[in-house]
């Protein structure tokens, strides 16, 4: 059984409980006024992305995370041989933490801010497989597959920066923001650190996928 599918499996059973359980959701949510107050409370940076609003806002985060999970699961065995299933395991759990900071320094003085869900890890984990495949084909929501990851990020980027900004609306944009940029930098970090000699170089594999996708289309449209 892989990881991706033991983190999904356990994640749907934690946000279906605290969906039914107030006090359960209560110490799992992400709440940056208490962790202010009592720092032992950290833990919250974690549990906060195994729990859920409702039905939809599980099952997006989570189809999202299998269908790209799998896939950089994958890579992880690749590029790190032994350690790969320690290191996508640290991986996601530290993208948790890492995608939210922000968000508890921006809002620590405020009672009534709460924040939950797995979407800021789940970010990284889209990012690192555009990043290890940047030219498949990724959509927009209803929008299907139409262009290529290397485009598809730093549209969703800047989208996701705006809403940041412009703050409106229930949704953490900056968790979404801060999680993406976190799983590339992790992703290069990592394979410098602990890849395989021969298969870490994802930098220059990313840029090398990216030249030949354009060179192509160069060709096509010019013939």
Request: aromatic share 16%.
């Amino acid at each position: 059984m892989t990881l991706t599918l033991i983190i999904t499996i356990a994640t749907v059973g934690i946000s279906l409980l605290a969906m039914n359980n107030q006090t359960l959701m209560d110490k799992c949510i992400f709440h940056p006024y208490s962790i202010a107050k009592d720092p032992s409370q950290w833990y919250r940076a974690v549990t906060c992305g195994f729990i859920h609003a409702d039905i939809p806002h599980l099952a997006f985060n989570m189809f999202s995370f299998y269908m790209f999970g799998d896939l950089v699961e994958q890579y992880f065995m690749l590029l790190f041989g032994e350690t790969g299933r320690i290191l996508y395991l640290l991986f996601y759990i530290s993208a948790l933490v890492a995608c939210i900071i922000p968000t508890y320094f921006s809002h620590l003085k405020q009672y009534n801010y709460y924040s939950l869900g797995a979407s800021g890890a789940v970010s990284a984990i889209v990012f690192a497989g555009i990043f290890l495949q940047p030219t498949m084909k990724i959509g927009f929501f209803v929008i299907p597959p139409i262009i290529p990851g290397f485009l598809f990020g730093p549209i969703y980027l800047a989208l996701t920066a705006y809403l940041s900004k412009k703050g409106s609306g229930n949704i953490n944009h900056s968790a979404h923001l801060w999680g993406s940029l976190y799983g590339i930098v992790f992703l290069i970090l990592a394979s410098k650190v602990f890849g395989i000699e021969g298969a870490s170089d994802v930098l220059g594999n990313f840029i090398d996928q990216v030249s030949i996708y354009i060179n192509q289309l160069r060709t096509n449209f010019g013939k």
